[in-house]
């Protein structure tokens, strides 16, 4: 057998054992090129809303607070597929918090397209990936890419900005339309209110309350529409410290509410929920 197994090969000629060789490379060139091969990645995601309709949206508190560092996600052979590394979460109204999570994610890195994915997708800002941890199922959407893929599109600034605390707000419905925020509630705000993350960072200062009397919409005997100081309810101006996200000329601040005059965001403390105005704001 190895006689004929060796008269076999003295029988090659140049040309055979190039051919051989042709083959062999291409069959290896093939492999890869094709070949996929396994890395584990660290991305990060922003929590969904649970109803698909509302993909976009925050989840509401009782769902956000069911997430924990150190949460993980198994295959079926009971290896880790993914885990929660960071976590970072606030209140965005009084009953819906933004969560992001940085999740340590076993992914499968495609040479030829330089992608990694996971879960069939692609991990691209804004893929939709299902996560079936320990704690909690959830969606979350990829905003941030394994390195060396990630890039750092925002920074983040800090703005003094004034806002607007109305203690009467007349509506578009006319002037018997009213809503009312109790003095006592604007009062409340003092100087050195702060408002946090989960993980401890400022999002905003109070740095100064001005109080000041509401004006009432009111009109006289020979129905002339006059404004009035209100004897009993009050505006708050307010002066804070803010943390913005700048992408490229944009600010943003809570994540995705525009740094813009005359919108409206909301003011989350501890123990007081309120929705000023801003009326100015510069960066310092």
Request: hydrophobic letters at 40%; zero cysteines.
């Amino acid at each position: 057998m190895k006689k004929k197994r060796f008269n076999i090969l003295k029988s090659f000629t140049l040309i055979d054992y190039i051919g051989v060789t042709l083959i062999v490379l291409l069959g290896l060139s093939f492999f890869l090129f094709f070949m996929r091969k396994q890395a584990g990645v660290n991305i990060r995601v922003k929590v969904t809303d649970q109803d698909v309709l509302y993909a976009w949206n925050n989840p509401r508190s009782s769902y956000a607070n069911r997430f924990v560092i150190g949460d993980i996600e198994m295959d079926g052979l009971g290896r880790i597929n993914a885990k929660i590394i960071g976590l970072e979460k606030f209140n965005i109204t009084g009953q819906q918090k933004v969560v992001y999570l940085d999740i340590f994610l076993k992914t499968t890195f495609d040479k030829r397209s330089g992608m990694y994915y996971a879960k069939g997708k692609p991990l691209v800002y804004g893929t939709s990936l299902r996560f079936n941890f320990k704690n909690v199922i959830f969606d979350g959407i990829v905003t941030e890419l394994p390195e060396p893929y990630r890039q750092r599109f925002y920074e983040y600034r800090i703005y003094e900005l004034n806002a607007l605390l109305k203690g009467i707000n007349n509506n578009t419905q006319g002037i018997l339309s009213l809503s009312f925020i109790e003095p006592e509630v604007i009062r409340s705000i003092k100087k050195g209110d702060k408002v946090s993350d989960s993980n401890g960072k400022v999002l905003f200062e109070v740095t100064n309350v001005v109080i000041r009397p509401s004006l009432r919409i009111t009109t006289n005997d020979n129905g002339d529409v006059l404004k009035v100081n209100d004897p009993v309810y009050i505006d708050g101006i307010l002066t804070l410290n803010v943390r913005a996200k700048v992408i490229g000329t944009e600010a943003y601040i809570l994540d995705d509410v525009p740094l813009k005059i005359n919108e409206v965001f909301p003011l989350i403390f501890d123990n007081l929920s309120v929705y000023p105005l801003i009326i100015s704001f510069k960066e310092i």
